[in-house]
């Protein structure tokens, strides 16, 4: 008899010990499973990192670099009798804009198609005195003529045998002075250095063309003066 308590109760501690052990793991009844880092998560935690360090691209508007529709800009000229002009600026739709130059000695009309990588400019003609009207449909169907701006505004890039020397000049000018401007310039096979510096909101705001002739520089320039 005393065996056969000795044996009961040797089974329910048997049993205790047993409800015990199962309380120690989840609620599925399997133990907690160990943190397994594997090559490819390692690759995609430092992923989501760098991303993360990266800063934000900013949107850059190509549309900011003209003026609204029907301004009138003047630009003091240096170095020759048709270096000083009057600019008007006429806006077709929300891609496309003309600008007409007048020197005092013909007016130059060019047009330009705005996307979201260029400025392209798609109509240049001399000798326009009259008002440009097109249709949306003509204006799609105009090629390309050149590049005026490409993305990214980055120094060192290029384009149309342009180069982005600097996109945080400071250009002085008889209006006032510009900060974080966008300086490109071009050389010819003459030699001849041309320059146009432009800021968001106004556009090209100076241009400048550098003759070296028998050691002498020859400089024309044309810088803004006022904005009507």
């Given at each position: 008899?005393?065996l056969l308590?000795?044996?009961?109760?040797?089974?329910?501690?048997?049993?205790?010990?047993?409800?015990?052990?199962?309380?120690?793991?989840?609620?599925?009844?399997?133990?907690?499973?160990?943190?397994?880092?594997?090559?490819?998560?390692?690759?995609?935690?430092?992923?989501?990192?760098?991303?993360?360090?990266?800063?934000?691209?900013?949107?850059?508007?190509?549309?900011?670099?003209?003026?609204?529709?029907?301004?009138?800009?003047?630009?003091?000229?240096?170095?020759?009798?048709?270096?000083?002009?009057?600019?008007?600026?006429?806006?077709?739709?929300?891609?496309?804009?003309?600008?007409?130059?007048?020197?005092?000695?013909?007016?130059?009309?060019?047009?330009?198609?705005?996307?979201?990588?260029?400025?392209?400019?798609?109509?240049?003609?001399?000798?326009?005195?009259?008002?440009?009207?097109?249709?949306?449909?003509?204006?799609?169907?105009?090629?390309?003529?050149?590049?005026?701006?490409?993305?990214?505004?980055?120094?060192?890039?290029?384009?149309?045998?342009?180069?982005?020397?600097?996109?945080?000049?400071t250009i002085?000018?008889?209006?006032?002075?510009?900060?974080?401007?966008?300086?490109?310039?071009?050389?010819?096979?003459?030699?001849?250095?041309?320059?146009?510096?432009?800021?968001?909101?106004?556009?090209?705001?100076?241009?400048?063309?550098?003759?070296?002739?028998?050691?002498?520089e020859f400089?024309?320039?044309?810088?803004?003066?006022?904005?009507?």
């Amino acid at each position: 008899m005393k065996l056969l308590k000795g044996s009961v109760l040797f089974i329910v501690l048997l049993l205790i010990t047993s409800c015990n052990t199962v309380t120690d793991k989840d609620s599925s009844g399997a133990p907690d499973k160990p943190n397994v880092v594997t090559e490819d998560t390692k690759e995609v935690v430092e992923d989501t990192e760098k991303k993360e360090e990266e800063p934000e691209k900013e949107m850059v508007d190509l549309s900011n670099f003209f003026m609204e529709d029907g301004a009138v800009v003047n630009y003091l000229g240096d170095g020759n009798e048709y270096a000083s002009y009057r600019a008007r600026t006429q806006w077709h739709n929300e891609n496309s804009v003309s600008v007409y130059e007048d020197n005092g000695g013909t007016t130059v009309l060019r047009t330009y198609r705005i996307t979201e990588e260029s400025i392209d400019l798609i109509k240049e003609e001399g000798e326009f005195y009259d008002k440009f009207n097109p249709s949306d449909e003509e204006l799609r169907t105009l090629p390309k003529l050149s590049t005026l701006l490409q993305l990214p505004l980055e120094e060192g890039k290029s384009f149309d045998d342009w180069m982005i020397i600097s996109v945080n000049e400071t250009i002085d000018t008889p209006y006032q002075t510009f900060e974080k401007g966008i300086l490109l310039e071009k050389t010819d096979e003459s030699g001849a250095i041309q320059r146009k510096y432009f800021v968001s909101d106004f556009g090209e705001i100076k241009r400048e063309f550098i003759m070296n002739d028998d050691e002498i520089e020859f400089s024309v320039t044309s810088t803004l003066e006022s904005v009507e």
